[in-house]
């Protein structure tokens, strides 16, 4: 979202209205969902070294009073974003129904192959860019190499996340990517994936000192010391 707002401004966007939209998508609506995720989740998570310790999964919050609180929230959420503008409210809107058919039977898509990574990965970081784009502008001058810097940096991730729990998966019979898939094959993918992410972080740092090319979204080529930094950093620990 943070990204998003910037490109949209070309600098850091005005941080009452950026915090007002990151409190209706974040704390609000990803808090519900995230509750949600854990009330349909009970059965498998009791089997998760560390989820099995949350609230709800040890029986320390009723589900009754976890999704009263969830459909609460989600609801303020909902309320708040149609106050903003119409394309804010749908980036709002869709993330709630992606993050239902991801979660929810009778689509439940994390047990899915390919479709795991499309709606939670893809999607999902796509929805939440746009929130953060349509915040400020109702423009569809939509910053490509932002969205594909920011969508394969989490999509990555997501495989990297999803191989990590490859046992469990295989232990509850899930048909996911990581499962189907060789994880060899998948784990080429999130690097690959990952690859591209960085090439498109440093086309916005060339871009703005070298193309300026309108429309596809550049960062300050300062940032490239940054980088350069962070590596040189991590070599001397």
Not at 46 to 75: Q, W, Y
Not at 94 to 101: G, K, R
Request: proline share 3%.
């Amino acid at each position: 979202m943070l990204l998003a707002s910037y490109l949209c401004f070309n600098k850091l966007p005005p941080i009452k209205e950026f915090l007002i939209g990151f409190i209706i998508l974040g704390p609000l609506m990803w808090s519900g969902l995230y509750m949600l995720n854990d009330l349909s989740d009970i059965s498998v998570d009791k089997h998760h070294n560390e989820k099995r310790n949350r609230p709800i999964i040890a029986g320390k919050l009723s589900k009754k009073i976890a999704l009263t609180v969830s459909v609460f929230m989600i609801s303020i959420s909902l309320i708040l974003a149609s106050l903003i503008n119409l394309f804010f409210f749908f980036a709002v809107l869709l993330t709630l129904i992606n993050q239902l058919t991801y979660t929810l039977k009778p689509f439940r898509f994390k047990e899915s192959a390919n479709w795991d990574f499309i709606s939670c990965g893809m999607l999902g970081q796509i929805l939440r860019f746009l929130a953060g784009w349509f915040l400020f502008t109702t423009s569809f001058n939509i910053p490509i190499l932002g969205l594909i810097f920011v969508t394969l940096t989490k999509t990555s991730g997501f495989l990297f996340y999803r191989l990590h729990h490859y046992d469990l998966e295989k232990k509850l019979k899930y048909k996911s990517s990581v499962i189907t898939y060789n994880k060899n094959r998948v784990k080429i993918f999130a690097f690959t994936l990952m690859f591209i992410a960085i090439i498109s972080f440093f086309l916005m740092l060339f871009n703005d000192k070298f193309f300026r090319i309108e429309n596809i979204g550049s960062l300050p080529f300062n940032l490239i010391y940054l980088t350069s930094n962070g590596v040189w950093s991590r070599k001397l620990t």
